[in-house]
C-alpha cells in the first residue's frame, strides 16, 4: 500500500510536464503542423533551471517567494490527491477545503508576485487572475459538493474512491453536469482557452502569462512546473470521477488513460475555439455554478 | 482556589491604570509606561483565570460574576489583544508628545478592557449591562479622540447613537427574561423554553442589540467610520474583540434557552453569509486601509454567525457534532479574527506612522524601507484570508465541517440545503484573498506612488514587538490546531448545556482531521524550504542582473502608470454594482493634449449614506413642519403632553 502511494507521488512529480507536452502536440496535429516532440517541456525546464536570471530593481523578496510557494503549495495539495486506485497519502473530512485554499495560496503569492514589480501589465493580470478566480472558487466548491453528497463522504479519497460506481447508478445526472462543470472550472484554473490563452503574444489579452511576464531562469522554471502540476490534479480528479476500473491494475491503466484523455480533450478545445472575451469569462465560470447548483438541488431534494 | 482575585485584578487593575498617566506628573513617558505595565498585568490576570477555566477549575468568582468554558474563549482574545495595542500605544500614541490627549486615550482604553472583562465574566444581567455600558462609552469617548476633526466628531456620534438603540434593546430583552425567570441572574433564566412569543421576541432584540454592536449587515453602519477615526491600537481593540462582545452577548443569550428553534439558526446563517459576502465586497471597494479593514470585520463576523446559526440548527435538531462543528468553527474565528485584525490594524497603524496618510493609491513600495512591518503584515494578509497553514483556515475549514455536515442528512431533509453556505463561503474567501492581494500589493510592493510612500520609515520596536507577538500567535494556532479541539469543545458544552460525553466522538473526528492539517502545513513549509534550498544551490556561481522592469517596450515609465487600488478591483466590483455604487467625477479627456485633470471614486456606504441619513433628514424636516404649524407657544405643548397621558391611562383602564 505504502509502496502504491510512493509510485503515485513518483508519478505525480514526473508526469505534469508531459501532460503539456501531449496538450500541444494535439493541438498540433489539429493545426497539419508537427509540432514538438512531447518531452519538450521537460527540455524547456532543464534549460530554464541552467539559466541565470534577471531581477527588476523594483522587486523585493516578494517577487522571490511567489514561485517558491507557488509551487511547493501546489505540490502539497498533491499529497491530498487520490489517484490511481489508491486513496491519497493523507485524507480526512473536509480535506478538499484544503485542496482548494492550497490552489488559492499559490494563487495570492502568484498575485503578489506580480504587483511586485510595478508593472502596470502585471497589475492587470493580477487583478484579472484573482477575478476569475474567486468566480471559480465557488464553482469548483459546487462540483465537490456534488460528489460528496452522491457518495456520502467528504473527503477527496472517499469522493473519488470506492463509492463512485454506485453513485454513476444512482446519481448519474447529476455526477455528469458536475463532470462538465468540473472540466470549465480545470480550463479556467489553468489559465487554457477559452479563459486565458497560453500561447497569446499581445500582453493586453492575458491573464497567466503576464503574471510572470518578469520571471527567468530558475523562477519561471519553478512557475511552468507548478502550472503543469496543478493541471495534472484536475485531470487526476477528472479522470477519477469518470474513468472507473475493476482490478487493481487495470484502475491504475484507466487512471493514467484518463488523464491522458483530459490532455487531449484540453488540446482539443484549444484547436476548435478562440479564446472568450474578457467580460464573457464571468459569464462562463457562472454558467458552470448554474450547472453544478443544478446537480446538487437534483441531490438534495 | 477561587477565581475572584484574579478576576478582581483583570477589572480593577486595567480600569486604574489610565490614571498613571494624570498621577504620576511631569514624567509623561514613564507615567505611560507604568499604565502599560498595569494594563498588562491586568490582562494576564484575565487570561490565567481563563486558562484557569479552560483547563477544569470552577468558574465562580463572588457575587455577580462568574467564569465558564464560553467566557474564557472570549476573555483570552480581550485580554491579549488589548496588551498588544498598549504596548504599541508606547509608540504610535506617545504622551510625552501628545499629553492630555494620550491621558486620555489611556484612561478610556483601560476602562473599555474592563468593561470588557466585566462583561462576559458577568454572572447576571446587572453585571452585565454595567461591563457592556462602560465598554460602550469608553468606545465613543475613543473614537472621539481626535475631537478636532469633523470626522472623528461625525463617527462618534453615529457610534453613541447606534450603541444607545442596541442598549435600549437589550434592557427590553432583559427585562423580558427577568419576568420569564424571577431574576436577573443567567442561572435562573437558564433553561426557558425557547418556543413561543417570548422566545421570537427575545431573539429579536438580541439580533437588534447585539447585532449592532458586533456590525452584522445592514447593523454595521457605524463600524467604518468609528474604526476609521480612532487612534490604529483603539481601532485594533474595537474591531479585533470590542464588536466580539456582540457575538458573546448572542452566545450567552441563546444558550440560556432549552431547544431554540430551527428558525434562529436559519436566520443567523442567512444574515451571516450577507454580511460576510458584502462586508467584502464593500472591502474591496475602499482605498482608506482602515476603512477597508473595518469593512473586513463586517465580513468575518458573517463567518462568525455562520458559525453561531450552524450551532443553533445543531441544538434545534439535536445533532451535538454540529453543535461542535459549528460553535467551535465560530469560537475559534472569533479568537483568530481578534488575533489577525488587530495584527493588520496594527500594520496599518505603522504605515500611517511612516507616511501620515492612509489612502491606499499614494502608497506603494513600502516593503523596502518597511522590511519586518511588510512580512508582518503579510502574515495577517494571508491569515485572514483563510490561506493554510495559518489560523484563518482552521476556524474556516470547521465552519465548512458544520456546513457539509448537513449532506449526511436524507433526501427531503431541509439542514442538507445547509451546505450550499459552503460555496457561499468559498466566494467569501476568494473575494477576502482578491481584496488582500490588493492591499498588500498596493501599499507594500512597487514603486512608491507618492513622496510621503518615499520618505516612509521602519516602525519602531515598540511597535514591531506586539505585531510579531500576534503573528506568532497566528502562526503557532494556523500549525498546531488540534491542541484548540479540546477548549472548543468546552465552550460548546457550557453554550449548548450539552454533556462532555456527547461531544467527543465529533470532537475527536475534528482533532484527528486538525492534526491532518497540520501533517500538510509541515509538508508545504518543508516543500517551501527544499525549493529555496534548491533555489539557492542553482543561483550559486551564475549570474544575476539587476534592471528595469520590463515595460513591454515602454521607454519612460513612472510609478504613476502602475495599478491602483481602485483599478486592481474595479473588475471584481463590477460583479457587485448592484449594491456597491461609486460615486466620483470622471474627467473627459479630449483632443491630442488633454487639459490637467482629476479623478476621485468615493463609495457610500448603503445602509448609512443611502438609507439612514436620508431617513433621518426626513424626519427633522418632518418635525420642523410640525414644529412650525401650531405648537409655538409652550402652554400648548403642556397641554399636549397631558393628553397624552390622559389617553395612555384611558388605554391602560380599558385593556
Known amino acids: 500500500m505504502a509502496l502504491r502511494t510512493l509510485l503515485h507521488l513518483a508519478a505525480l512529480l514526473a508526469l505534469p510536464p508531459l501532460l503539456l507536452g501531449i496538450v500541444n502536440r494535439t493541438k498540433a496535429v489539429f493545426a497539419g503542423r508537427v509540432g514538438p516532440p512531447l518531452v519538450q517541456p521537460y527540455l524547456d525546464l532543464a534549460k530554464l533551471l541552467r539559466k541565470g536570471a534577471v531581477y527588476s530593481r523594483t522587486t523585493t523578496w516578494v517577487f522571490r517567494a511567489g514561485p517558491v510557494i507557488g509551487l511547493a503549495a501546489v505540490a502539497a495539495a498533491g499529497l491530498l490527491l487520490a489517484m490511481g486506485g489508491a486513496p491519497a ?200 455554478s448554474v450547472l453544478a447548483v443544478f446537480a446538487l438541488v437534483l441531490l438534495l431534494r | 482556589m477561587t477565581l475572584a482575585p484574579l478576576l478582581a485584578g483583570a477589572v480593577a487593575l486595567p480600569a486604574a491604570s489610565g490614571l498613571a498617566g494624570a498621577l504620576v506628573r511631569g514624567r509623561p513617558a514613564a507615567a505611560q509606561r507604568l499604565a502599560c505595565a498595569a494594563l498588562c498585568a491586568g490582562a494576564a490576570l484575565g487570561v490565567a483565570a481563563a486558562g484557569a477555566v479552560l483547563l477544569g477549575a470552577d468558574g465562580g468568582a463572588g457575587p455577580g460574576l462568574r467564569l465558564d468554558a464560553l467566557s474564557a474563549m472570549f476573555l483570552v482574545p480581550i485580554c491579549l489583544v488589548a496588551a498588544a495595542g498598549a504596548v504599541y500605544g508606547l509608540a504610535y500614541f506617545p504622551q510625552a508628545t501628545l499629553g492630555s490627549k494620550a491621558v486620555r486615550v489611556q484612561i478610556f482604553y483601560g476602562l473599555a478592557l474592563a468593561g470588557m472583562v466585566l462583561l462576559v465574566s458577568a454572572a447576571d444581567a446587572i453585571t452585565f449591562l454595567v461591563g457592556w455600558e462602560v465598554m460602550a462609552l469608553s468606545g465613543f469617548f475613543l473614537v472621539h479622540t481626535d475631537h478636532e476633526k469633523r470626522e472623528a466628531q461625525q463617527a462618534a456620534f453615529v457610534y453613541l447613537a447606534s450603541t444607545h438603540v442596541g442598549t435600549l434593546a437589550l434592557f427590553g430583552m432583559f427585562a423580558l427574561l427577568r419576568q420569564a425567570a424571577g431574576s436577573y441572574a443567567f442561572a435562573a433564566m437558564a433553561g426557558v423554553a425557547g418556543g413561543g412569543r417570548l422566545g421570537a421576541l427575545v431573539f429579536a432584540l438580541a439580533l437588534l442589540g447585539f447585532g449592532l454592536k458586533a456590525g452584522l449587515m445592514p447593523l454595521h453602519f457605524w463600524l467604518p467610520g468609528a474604526h476609521a477615526a480612532a487612534p490604529t491600537h483603539v481601532s485594533a481593540l474595537m474591531s479585533g474583540v470590542l464588536i466580539k462582545t456582540g457575538i458573546y452577548g448572542l452566545l450567552r443569550v441563546t444558550g440560556l434557552f432549552d431547544a431554540p428553534p430551527a428558525s434562529w439558526g436559519w436566520t443567523l446563517l442567512a444574515v451571516g453569509g450577507v454580511s460576510a459576502v458584502l462586508g467584502v465586497a464593500f472591502a474591496l471597494a475602499q482605498h482608506d486601509l482602515k476603512r477597508l479593514l473595518a469593512y473586513h470585520s463586517v465580513e468575518n463576523i458573517g463567518i462568525i454567525a455562520m458559525g453561531v446559526g450552524l450551532g443553533l440548527l445543531g441544538r434545534a435538531q439535536g445533532d451535538a457534532a454540529l453543535v461542535l462543528l459549528g460553535l467551535g468553527g465560530a469560537a475559534l474565528h472569533v479568537l483568530n479574527h481578534a488575533l489577525f485584525k488587530s495584527l493588520l490594524f496594527l500594520g496599518a497603524g505603522a504605515v500611517h506612522h511612516a507616511t501620515g496618510t492612509r489612502e491606499l493609491d499614494l502608497l506603494g513600495g513600502l516593503a523596502r524601507p518597511m522590511r519586518r512591518t511588510a512580512l508582518l503584515f503579510l502574515v495577517g494578509a494571508a491569515a485572514i484570508s483563510g490561506l493554510p497553514p495559518l489560523n484563518g483556515f482552521v476556524s474556516e475549514w470547521l465552519v465548512y465541517l458544520g456546513l457539509l455536515d448537513g449532506l449526511r442528512r436524507p433526501s427531503g431533509d431541509l439542514l442538507a440545503f445547509a451546505a450550499l453556505g459552503a460555496p457561499v463561503l468559498a466566494l467569501v474567501g476568494g473575494l477576502a484573498a482578491a481584496c488582500f492581494a490588493k492591499v498588500v500589493g498596493v501599499a507594500f510592493l512597487g514603486a512608491p506612488r507618492s513622496d510621503a510612500a518615499r520618505r516612509a520609515h521602519e516602525a519602531p520596536r515598540a511597535m514591531l514587538a506586539p505585531m510579531a507577538a500576534l503573528a506568532a500567535a497566528c502562526a503557532a494556532i494556523g500549525l498546531l490546531p488540534a491542541a484548540l479541539v479540546s477548549p472548543l469543545a468546552g465552550a460548546a458544552g457550557a453554550w449548548a448545556r450539552l454533556r462532555p460525553a456527547l461531544l467527543a466522538p465529533a470532537a475527536e473526528r475534528a482533532a484527528s482531521g486538525a492534526l491532518r492539517v497540520s501533517a500538510i502545513a509541515a509538508a508545504l513549509l518543508a516543500l517551501a524550504a527544499g525549493l529555496v534550498l534548491l533555489r539557492r544551490r542553482l543561483a550559486r556561481g551564475r549570474q544575476e542582473e539587476a534592471a528595469e522592469t520590463w515595460g513591454c517596450g515602454f521607454a519612460a515609465p513612472t510609478a504613476r502608470i502602475q495599478y491602483t487600488g481602485s483599478s486592481f478591483a474595479e473588475l471584481l466590483l463590477a460583479r457587485f454594482s448592484w449594491v456597491v455604487r461609486p460615486h466620483g467625477e470622471r474627467p473627459r479627456l479630449e483632443g491630442p493634449f488633454p487639459a490637467r485633470a482629476a479623478f476621485r471614486t468615493h463609495v457610500p456606504d448603503a445602509v448609512l449614506d443611502l438609507a439612514l441619513v436620508p431617513a433621518a433628514r426626513g424626519i427633522r424636516w418632518l418635525a420642523t413642519g410640525a414644529r412650525l404649524v401650531n405648537l409655538r407657544r409652550i402652554h400648548f405643548q403642556a397641554l399636549l403632553v397631558l393628553a397624552t397621558l390622559v389617553a395612555m391611562l384611558a388605554w391602560g383602564f380599558l385593556t
Open chain 1, 89 to 288: 497519502a493523507l485524507s480526512f473530512g473536509g480535506d478538499f477545503v484544503l485542496f482548494a485554499y492550497l490552489l488559492g495560496l499559490a494563487r495570492f503569492f502568484t498575485a503578489l508576485a506580480a504587483l511586485d514589480t510595478g508593472s502596470p501589465f502585471e497589475g492587470m493580470g493580477a487583478a484579472r487572475e484573482v477575478t476569475f478566480a474567486s468566480l471559480a472558487e465557488p464553482a469548483l466548491f459546487l462540483c465537490l459538493l456534488v460528489l460528496a453528497r452522491a457518495t456520502g463522504t467528504i473527503s477527496l479519497s472517499g469522493m473519488l474512491g470506492a463509492a463512485l460506481p454506485a453513485a454513476w447508478g444512482s446519481a448519474g445526472p447529476a455526477l455528469l453536469l458536475a463532470a462538465i462543470a468540473l472540466f470549465v472550472i480545470a480550463l479556467a484554473e489553468n489559465a487554457r482557452i477559452p479563459v486565458d490563452d497560453p500561447n497569446t503574444h499581445l500582453e493586453l489579452t492575458m491573464i497567466h502569462e503576464v503574471m510572470v511576464l518578469d520571471h527567468g531562469g530558475p523562477d519561471l522554471a519553478f512557475i511552468l512546473y507548478g502550472a503543469s502540476l496543478k493541471l495534472f490534479l484536475f485531470g487526476a480528479i477528472l479522470s477519477r470521477l469518470v474513468f472507473r476500473g475493476g482490478g487493481a491494475l487495470a484502475a491504475e491503466g484507466l487512471f493514467f488513460l484518463g488523464v491522458l484523455v483530459f490532455a487531449v480533450g484540453v488540446g482539443v478545445v484549444e484547436s476548435v475555439m478562440a479564446r472568450l472575451r474578457m467580460v464573457r469569462v464571468p459569464q462562463l465560470l457562472v454558467g458552470a
